[in-house]
């Protein structure tokens, strides 16, 4: 017994194969009149339009998910371009923004009279008790321990710790830290030390000192560590009280501890004491 299936097909094999030698006889006879062979169109010709259209079809879903694939491998493509564009472009930015640092940098090397050695800070102590910062220079590069650290807008602090590439600055917002400094505008006279907040407390300021709010405060030059009169910060907070000798002046310094990158390192020499005698 033969399928339902095998039967089908067989049968339109039949079919197709008397269609085309009526449509053979037909077509040499030229019968204009009805007979075999148009009733052999009449039947088959619908099943042909149906199997046409659908190779159409199938070919045009075929032809357009190539298109597809090919328009998503080239947005794929365009946005790998756009990606590499946007890291250039940010690369620049970065090259652009350092490059004004450094220009801000240069010009400061050229104010001052000591020796300078440029440095990147690459690293932060990761101590809690400390305030401090690791630059990619060290003993090779001429650093030594008690040398001056500073930008552009002012004191950052003091080499504390030296190596051979790498040296640690301890920041002047440091509870540890301690400068000889004076107000610009009167030379009322006292030490910066760091608060926890990131400001600082210029103490041991008398009370009869004439300080004033948003005064600038520079650094002496008598602790024998700081060129005199690099700038440290401006008051931002004053309370005399009825007591006591001493105000209580707060101080925000100029530099910018969060967005430190690049510094100078300002090689002091340690000051020499007269000889008494022979």
Not at 8 to 17: E, K, R, S, T
Not at 52 to 57: A, E, G, K, L, P
Not at 174 to 193: K, Y
Not at 236 to 259: H, W
């Amino acid at each position: 017994m033969f399928s339902r299936k095998v039967v089908m097909i067989f049968g339109l094999v039949i079919l197709i194969a008397i269609n085309v030698v009526a449509l053979t006889i037909a077509s040499r006879r030229q019968i204009l009149a009805p007979g075999p062979g148009q009733i052999a169109v009449l039947v088959v010709a619908p099943f042909q339009k149906a199997v046409t259209n659908s190779i159409r079809s199938v070919r045009d879903v075929w032809a357009h998910y190539f298109d597809l694939v090919d328009v998503s491998l080239e947005n794929v493509a365009l946005k790998a371009k756009l990606a590499e564009y946007d890291r250039q472009a940010n690369h620049y930015r970065e090259l652009e923004m350092a490059n004004a640092r450094l220009r801000t940098l240069l010009n400061f090397q050229e104010t001052t009279q000591n020796k300078v050695i440029a440095a990147e800070v690459v690293g932060q102590d990761p101590s809690p008790w400390f305030k401090a910062v690791i630059i990619d220079k060290g003993g090779k590069h001429g650093i030594q321990s008690g040398m001056p650290v500073v930008v552009a807008e002012g004191v950052a602090g003091v080499v504390t710790e030296v190596a051979s590439h790498f040296a640690k600055v301890l920041l002047i917002i440091d509870q540890n830290s301690a400068v000889d400094a004076l107000i610009q505008r009167t030379r009322a006279r006292g030490i910066i030390q760091g608060e926890s907040a990131g400001r600082c407390q210029f103490k041991y300021v008398l009370r009869k000192q004439d300080v004033d709010l948003d005064d600038t405060v520079v650094t002496s030059g008598l602790d024998g560590v700081f060129p005199k009169g690099l700038r440290i910060g401006r008051v931002s907070g004053l309370t005399r009280r009825e007591a006591g000798i001493f105000q209580d002046v707060t101080v925000i310094p100029y530099v910018n501890f969060e967005k430190l990158e690049e510094v100078l390192v300002v090689a002091v020499a340690a000051p020499q004491l007269p000889r008494i005698g022979r």
